[in-house]
């Protein structure tokens, strides 16, 4: 089984399984920010052996839990909420462990029931049980077969809170004793990553009262919206020489479509063979050879995607650059080469430009797809709600890695147009 990745703190670009034409790279639009997701983690598939020796249904079993569309006018009803279960090491008087993998079809994270992770080492240390609850608006968990803005109404934080303890409190877990196991007869855990770690510091601060103990990791619990510190940890502790080449070329960029003449900004365009209408989304869309940091791991090797970029721009003849890097003709002439020839393939396809990084068309499926299962939509609501994490350029007090052209209103107008 796959240690979780989480728990040393990575956050890992993942997309749930999307509606509609995708990307090559799963997303249904290559110029938007990066979900703030868990990655996956394996489980055995067939029956389970409990620690008494009881076969017990598989990891992938999947339940159902009729849920409150809204807390606040129970009258309203319920959806189903699907979840995962297992009472492997379950004895009585042990805690119950309750995760959300958050913005995300929760198929798939059933190995965060097993002692793989550290759901499933507590359980196992604990004599506890382990539950993956699927989010409200996410997967097939929905209160309303579409993602309007009117059925995204009651797609909150607050309510997401709330699904926690009302799940705690009413659920009949289908094991030996399962209808005795509420917060008022069992310890019960809450633990969650990213921005499921987030959710969880929430739940203990607005209901303190529910969960014995809670375990948030890498939980992203300050809302920033104009988020340029994101890329800080990159620009700092990427390759140095790649650094200063990739701040060089961005600021050359900015330069040249703020003041440059038709024909300086037509050259860079022809370089990277991206004919864009609008710079912004030009300029926005190298933040995605930056974005792929977030797929690095401590054990990452020489093909992960970020290095490779960062070799197309510093390895020459076979030599590496110095720390100060090659310099802005020789990285901008780099990476337009490695766009265009390698990388625009790899998160476009056979998509044109203004079909995959364009942002300025509100016909386009990825702003009017209101289908379930749509993970972008439903954590786009929720970025542009309440949590932000727009993440753009720096202030002109800071260098930049990424285009200062792309400001938190570029990426609100996206998601506004996309919620209309």
């Known amino acids: 089984m796959m240690t979780p990745l989480w728990i040393v703190g990575a956050l890992v670009l993942l997309f749930a399984s999307l509606t509609s034409a995708r990307l090559p790279d799963g997303r249904l639009h290559a110029n938007m920010p990066p979900m703030l997701t868990i990655p996956q983690a394996t489980s055995p598939e067939g029956p389970v052996t409990s620690r008494n020796g009881t076969t017990i249904p598989p990891y992938n079993t999947t339940y159902y839990f009729n849920q409150l569309i809204d807390h606040n006018n129970p009258s309203l009803g319920t959806f189903v909420q699907r979840y995962w279960h297992t009472w492997e090491f379950y004895e009585p008087g042990g805690p119950v462990i309750l995760f959300t993998p958050g913005e995300v079809n929760a198929d798939g994270y059933d190995g965060y029931l097993t002692n793989g992770t550290i759901n499933g080492r507590i359980a196992q240390q604990q004599n506890g049980a382990t539950i993956v609850l699927e989010h409200r608006f996410y997967g097939y968990s929905n209160p309303y077969n579409n993602l309007s803005v009117a059925s995204l109404q009651v797609h909150t934080i607050q309510q997401a809170i709330d699904d926690l303890v009302y799940f705690a409190y009413n659920v009949d877990l289908p094991m030996p004793g399962g209808n005795h196991v509420t917060p008022a007869e ?4 809450l633990i ?13 601060v607005n209901q303190p009262d529910v969960f014995r103990a809670a375990y948030a990791s890498s939980a992203v619990v300050e809302s920033i919206v104009d988020y340029w510190g994101y890329f800080e940890p990159i620009r700092e502790y990427m390759p140095q020489n790649c650094s200063n080449d990739v701040q060089a070329v961005i600021a050359y960029i900015d ?3 703020i003041s440059g003449t038709t024909e300086e900004i037509d050259a860079i365009k022809t370089l990277f063979n991206m004919n864009l209408t609008h710079l912004d989304d030009f300029a926005g869309a190298l933040r ?11 054990d990452s090797g020489p093909d992960m995607q970020f290095f490779q970029f960062c070799d197309a721009l510093e390895v020459k003849d076979g030599v590496s650059a110095p720390i100060e890097g090659w310099g802005l003709d020789y990285a901008l002439n780099a990476w337009g080469t490695y766009w265009a020839d390698t990388y625009y393939y790899l998160i476009c396809g056979d998509y044109s430009a203004e079909e995959c990084l364009g942002s300025y068309d509100p016909t386009q499926s990825y702003y009017t797809d209101i289908s379930i299962n749509n993970a ?21 007090d800071q260098p930049t890695i990424v285009t200062r052209l792309i400001q938190p209103i570029y990426d609100e107008a996206s998601e ?4 209309s």
């Open 376 to 396: 972008a939509r439903s954590w786009e609501w929720i970025v542009c709600n309440y949590m932000g994490f727009l993440q753009d350029g720096a202030p002109l």
């Open 186 to 189: 069992a310890p019960w855990i």
């Open 255 to 257: 330069e040249t479509f």
């Open 288 to 298: 995605n050879n930056l974005w792929d940091w977030q797929s690095l791991q401590p």
């Open 192 to 204: 969650g990553g990213s921005y499921s770690g987030a959710l969880t510091s929430f739940t203990v």
């Open 416 to 419: 506004e147009s996309r919620q």
